[in-house]
């Protein structure tokens, strides 16, 4: 469906080059649910402005239903949705007509206009506002709107950019339903950009992203695999830390931590280990705490990119 | 949340239309309705604006009846026309043109900052159908302003005839067209609605003033008198000016070959200003 080969763009600002993306190549296939997960600045937003023909890009090429964008983004563009990380809605109209314009910008006849706006205004609670004007939504119901109006034209791959950003928890289990539910009808391919790890979590695949790189690839299950067995939290007295180190340090060759605070030590567990109870009594005995859990994207994130800021703020 | 009736709606109503293939032709029919849509949008969002619609008329009456009624009759110097108020009068007409097709820019920054246009921007029409939906908006709103001001040639005892009025309407039509493509290619690359007010009292009121909208093109001092031939307005004002007063300074054909020209150039950079980067 998607195919992204040594995709780069740079911007212009102030006499200064940024480059936004740094050739950054990969593949989605029809119906898979594939997520880019990146901190802030990462490039995820300029590699969708690329995808949904919206910016060229410096070089590298994307092909979409094997089109390429810059040869033919007329085709493209029927066939994409695209919910945008910042509100793209007509707050002077109503609910109603953004989804009208949206069915007529699409070429779709009156009947069948009439006919998706209620079904999808039905389907994300919004029916009963549908003359209301856009600028009395909350948050959460223009996001709503947004996906009704995205979902309009019946497009084979829908790109959201960040859909959940900043809504309540309500708001963002209702909009994963409406998006899987409309997935499950017709095996949309869905290419989603977040900085939540948890909703990475549930996609088929998961692609990271840090300054304009991809800098791994693949399923949820695996990349947290590549972790190793699981990671250890220890904690400790803080005089009693660079005892710990030490140890630590002769016995396991542990020298980097993805936590560190004065009283607490996480890292991946060693790979000589063979149980953690064995693991346990090799330890120095002034420890308070210790627990062995499941890795989670998170760590994975910081794994990689060295990075002790957690991204899921 | 979905109930059941619902969801085999959802399924049933992606069975009920198939993939059309896309055709040179049917390229040209989605832009055609893409044109329409943006148009129609405008015209919307003008209506339910209708406060702001009449507010607008206030400047040009102002200026045509306390500036035009306290100057008339009043000799003010070698050559000023008889009857300075209905000489201003289709000045006056072109102002309220101009400054409601330059503000058609000012919508389409207004759109970029509401993040609407790029619902527009990844639609399935060309840019130069957006660009010409939005010259087509913004000038039915010049359109408006224009046939208002004309309706009040009475007041001043002015009475046109039929084809007069209908020669000022195909006037109106040309000028508000081309200055709204200015408007358009100038919003071209602005984000900020401060910046595009900037720019617009650097380039629109200059093109007000040096147009001869409010005082005769005959024994001007030679500086301006070039800068007014180099303003596509002045050619607007000589024209409207010789069909309602009989007076052409320069010829009739000339006026409508600048202004189509200056038009269709400003159409040109607004599509070219509006392609991807
Ligand atoms: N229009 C632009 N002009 C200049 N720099 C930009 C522009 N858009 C984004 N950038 C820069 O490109 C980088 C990537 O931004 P973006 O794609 O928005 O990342 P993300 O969506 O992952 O937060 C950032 O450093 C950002 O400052
Ligand atoms: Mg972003």
């Keep these: 469906m998607i195919q992204v080969n040594e995709l780069k763009k740079e911007y212009i600002q102030k006499g200064q080059m940024i480059t936004a993306v740094n050739s950054i190549s990969f593949e989605v296939e029809k119906g898979e649910f594939f997520s880019l997960l990146g901190p802030n600045g990462a490039g995820k937003t300029t590699t969708i402005s690329i995808l949904s023909t919206i910016l060229s890009p410096t070089s590298g090429n994307v092909l979409i239903n094997k089109i390429n964008v810059e040869e033919d983004p007329h085709k493209i563009r029927q066939h994409i949705g695209v919910i945008f990380q910042d509100p793209s809605l007509d707050d002077r109209l109503s609910a109603q007509e953004n989804m009208d314009f949206h069915g007529r910008l699409y070429g779709m006849s009156p009947a069948d206009r009439l006919r998706r706006s209620e079904l999808l205004l039905k389907m994300v609670d919004l029916w009963d506002r549908k003359n209301s004007l856009v600028r ?51 095996g949309m391919t869905i290419l989603l950009t977040t900085h939540y790890l948890e909703e990475a979590d549930g996609a088929d695949r998961v692609a990271i992203m840090n300054k304009g790189k991809i800098v791994a690839m693949d ?12 990671l250890v939290t220890l904690e400790i007295p803080p005089d009693k830390m660079d005892q710990v180190k030490n140890t630590l340090l002769t016995f396991y060759d542990v020298r980097h931590f993805s936590l560190e605070t004065e009283s607490t030590l996480k890292f991946p567990m060693p790979s000589s280990v063979s149980s953690p109870a064995v693991f346990l009594q090799s330890l120095p005995p002034v420890l308070t705490g210790f627990s062995v859990g499941t890795p989670t994207l998170d760590d994975v994130f910081i794994s990689l990119t060295g990075d002790q800021q957690s991204i899921n703020i | 949340m979905i109930n059941e009736p619902d969801q085999s709606r959802l399924i049933l109503d992606l069975l009920s239309e198939p993939e059309q293939s896309m055709t040179s032709y049917a390229h040209l029919r989605r832009d055609l309705r893409g044109i329409y849509t943006l148009w129609l949008r405008d015209v919307i969002r003008l209506w339910r604006d209708r406060v702001r619609l009449i507010g607008s008329f206030i400047q040009p009456i102002l200026f045509l009846f306390v500036l035009g009624g306290g100057l008339k009759g ?185 202004i189509m020209f200056f038009g269709i150039l400003m159409l040109y950079i607004s599509v070219r200003q509006f392609q991807r980067d």
Excluded: C
């Design chain 1, 136 to 186: 009395t939504f909350s948050g959460g119901m223009k996001r709503r709107l947004e996906i009704a109006r995205g979902l309009m034209h019946r497009p084979l791959l829908l790109i959201l950019d960040e859909p959940t950003i900043g809504l309540d928890p309500k708001s963002r289990r209702d909009i994963w339903h409406y998006i899987h539910e409309a997935r499950k009808e017709w």
């Design chain 1, 219 to 230: 399923t949820p299950s695996k990349l947290k695999q590549s972790l190793g067995p699981g």
């Design chain 2, 74 to 258: 009043r000799v003010l110097s070698q050559g000023s026309p008889s009857n300075y108020q209905v000489f201003i009068f289709p000045g006056i007409i072109l102002m309220s043109i101009l400054f409601t097709s330059s503000f058609a820019g000012m919508a389409v920054v207004w759109d970029r900052e509401m993040g609407f246009l790029k619902e527009v921007l990844v639609a399935p029409i060309s840019r130069t159908a957006v660009v010409i939906g939005k010259i087509l908006g913004g000038a039915s709103n010049s359109l408006i302003q224009g046939l208002f001001l004309l309706a009040l040639a009475p007041f001043l005892k002015v009475f046109p005839s039929v084809g007069q009025i209908l020669m000022m309407f195909g006037v109106m039509v040309i000028v508000s067209l081309s200055q709204t493509a200015m408007g358009i290619a100038l919003s071209a690359r602005m984000s900020s609605s401060q910046g595009f007010m900037v720019l617009m009292n650097f380039i629109v009121l200059p093109i007000y003033f040096l147009s001869g909208a409010m005082f005769p093109l005959t024994h001007l001092p030679i500086w301006l008198s070039v800068l007014s031939q180099m303003d596509p307005l002045t050619y607007g004002v000589d024209l409207m000016r010789g069909i309602l007063l009989g007076t052409f300074y320069y010829s009739i054909y000339r006026d409508i070959l600048i």
